[in-house]
């Protein structure tokens, strides 16, 4: 029984096994009717309970259809409809769903609530995303990543804009599995420096350059995401937009990159804001590529935590 809680606390091997599963598993389906089971199913008889405290379109359909595909059964939760919302320990929480389910998925606001719910609950817990950090959406990135270009190991990954929870994710990445990453974006969004040593300790070259067209250069994939996340205060958002204009991406700013540089979205995007229209549905973009990778990165990570 195994935590999927953060990439940096991932082994390096185990990230690469799941990602190879994921693509592997993905491949065993193709031209298949997405409701169908797959031929192996071993969640058969497994009930998972996917808790949100926060919206999400894509975690919250990927996991469901993952575990169905795989056998097991899910229950949706979100915090408000919990007794979590109404004053309930995490704690208590964990013991209690932990003699009823046999996994957690949770998105949630504080790191420490998902690390609470990891220590206390005796069944394997998955981070759906926190303030903090967004494990599953890398392994969906770095799997969309080598779909189309092959290993990431050496490559350069620009993150533009705010150093926030995706970023985060990414620059555990970066460090686990040996590609190098360059922050752009103003000195105030900065990615935490705990997380930019702890890559570069690895061997990993993170780079911060408030310039983003010196950013670009020779990049192999740029990354974006909202200016403003669901975690933060929404009357920063004139503050953190007019900080991060200068940021967009853009077709110009994709011509700095490598000719056959790759574009990638967590989503949900706001067009128009970090990334254009033209970005967004051009050549280079693979966004709803990784998007659907979401499905069969988190199936393959249920599996190792359930070492099924
Ligand atoms: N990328 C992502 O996690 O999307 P949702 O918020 O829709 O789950
Ligand atoms: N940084 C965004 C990601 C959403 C999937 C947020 O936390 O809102």
Redesign the pocket.
């Known amino acids: 029984m195994r935590h999927f809680l953060d990439i940096n606390a991932t082994d390096t091997e185990d990230l690469k096994s799941m990602i190879a599963q994921a693509r592997a598993m993905k491949d065993a389906r193709a031209g298949r009717p997405k409701g169908t089971p797959d031929d192996e199913l071993p969640l058969k008889g497994q009930m998972v309970a996917l808790i949100f405290e926060k919206p999400s379109t894509r975690t919250r359909v990927s996991f469901d259809m993952g575990v169905r595909q795989m056998g097991g059964e899910t229950m949706l939760l979100t915090g408000q409809e919990m007794q979590l919302g109404h004053g309930e320990s995490i704690a208590d929480t964990a013991r209690v769903l932990s003699r009823y389910v046999d996994m957690i998925m949770i998105r949630t606001f504080e790191e420490s609530a998902l690390h609470e719910l990891a220590e206390y609950a005796s069944v394997p817990v998955i981070n759906g995303?926190t303030n903090r950090t967004?494990p599953c959406?890398i392994m969906a990135d770095v799997m969309t990543f080598e779909e189309h270009r092959g290993p990431i190991q050496g490559k350069k990954v620009v993150w533009t804009g705010d150093g926030?929870?995706?970023c985060a994710s990414f620059i555990h990445a970066a460090g686990q599995l040996g590609f190098d990453l360059t922050y752009t974006g103003p000195d105030r969004l900065d990615p935490d420096p705990e997380f930019v040593a702890e890559a570069r300790a690895k061997g990993s070259k993170i780079e911060i350059e408030r310039d983003p067209m010196k950013a670009v250069e020779g990049a192999d994939l740029i990354v974006a995401?909202?200016w403003v996340?669901?975690?933060d205060a929404p009357s920063t958002r004139e503050r953190r937009h007019n900080l991060l204009r200068p940021y967009q991406v853009n077709d110009y700013l994709m011509k700095g990159a490598k000719e056959d540089a790759l574009f990638m979205h967590?989503?949900?995007a706001h067009r128009g804001e970090e990334v254009t229209d033209s970005v967004m549905d051009g050549p280079q973009s693979v966004i709803f590529d990784e998007a659907e990778n979401r499905l069969h990165a988190q199936k393959a990570v249920m599996r190792w935590c359930l070492g099924v």
Do not use: E, W, Y
Request: with cysteine; aromatic share 0%.
């Open positions: 995303l967004h959406q926030n929870n995706v995401d909202t996340s669901m975690h967590c989503l949900p």
